[in-house]
């Protein structure tokens, strides 16, 4: 490892301690590594409560809960479903899995998420669902989401990689789509390394993806499979740091929200003097600010990626906002985009780990006012 990889503060880094070290101890002391053990149906069913939805259907990442639900909602070939512009590209890239279509939607410019008036002018005949993604930890506006599915009759599949916890107008994300589908990647809000989760209400969604986690194997009839599924089971020991996460992940939300406030204090002069705009959160969410992100236009000469340059020389690591979907080689296309390409060029993810103490975050507030001023 090089030095200035020592000395970074990090974009993110996953706060690990003695619980999950003692869970993942008695998985291994058990016997019980693969993916059969208690810690598997523990963490389905803990998790599917905290976000107030039946069943959990764990997997082995957030591509695979992604693809899984699009799959165990029979979204095929000739199909089309509705991705905002700006994500991951896991998003779009699952829907492609499925020889079905992604089309883009472009995103609110105040809260960043999927637009729900851009949605309307893109659906089409083969329109089946639609993927909100809840971007950086903020929620999407789901009521004209919900009205649009229900009269278009559409699958809302719930994207809440970036944002366990948060809430809309009281209700917890993950709660409002036929499925949804979550990541427990290293720097998502709770991680078990690698590791996902589709909820869902609906049993037979329920048993219908399960057996498709499973190569489809049938339940009576061992090595006899009706369909083609897939191995996108978690394991027992990624469960054992999951049930460990999970215990603290209300106290892990708490000091994200704390962090952002004072992210806000310290940069809120910059945005006063129109130079920054802050990570919103609108008045119906709950934002659990999993990458705090500003928005940098430019100044004197100052871009964007010269901040972030000149941020990593003094020791702050950072990352640009994703590129849209409609500009990568995938899903190029000349259909504009303008508030997703542009919230792309400006935004940057501070550093967001609850780790981070109040002295570290003050400092690299004081070294962006230091730049900008
Ligand atoms: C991280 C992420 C995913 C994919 O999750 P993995 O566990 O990395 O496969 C999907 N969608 C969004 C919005 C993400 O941020």
Redesign the pocket.
Known sequence: MKIEEITMIPVSEPWLGDKELEYVTDCINSGWISSIGKYVEMFEEKFSQYCDMRYGVSTS??????HLALTALGIGKGDEVLVPDL??I??AN?VTYCNAKPVFVDSHPDYWCINPEKIEEKITKNTKAIIP???YGHPCDMDPIMDLARDHDMYIIE?V??AHGAKYKGRVLGSFGDIS?F???G??IITTG???MCLMNDEELMERSKLLRDHAMSREKRYWHDLIGFNYRLTNIQAAIGIAQLEKIDKIIEIKRKNAQYYAEGLRELDNRGLITLHPQMPWAKNVY?MYSIIFKRLNGLSRDKLICRLKDEGIDTRPFFYPMHVLPPYVSNIKFPIAQSLSEHGINLPSSAKLTKETIDHISHSILELLI
């Open positions: 990442n957030g591509t695979t809960a992604l994500t991951f896991a998003t699952a993604v809840h971007l994207d990689a970036e589908c990541s427990f990647y720097n998502k690698e590791g996902g999993w």
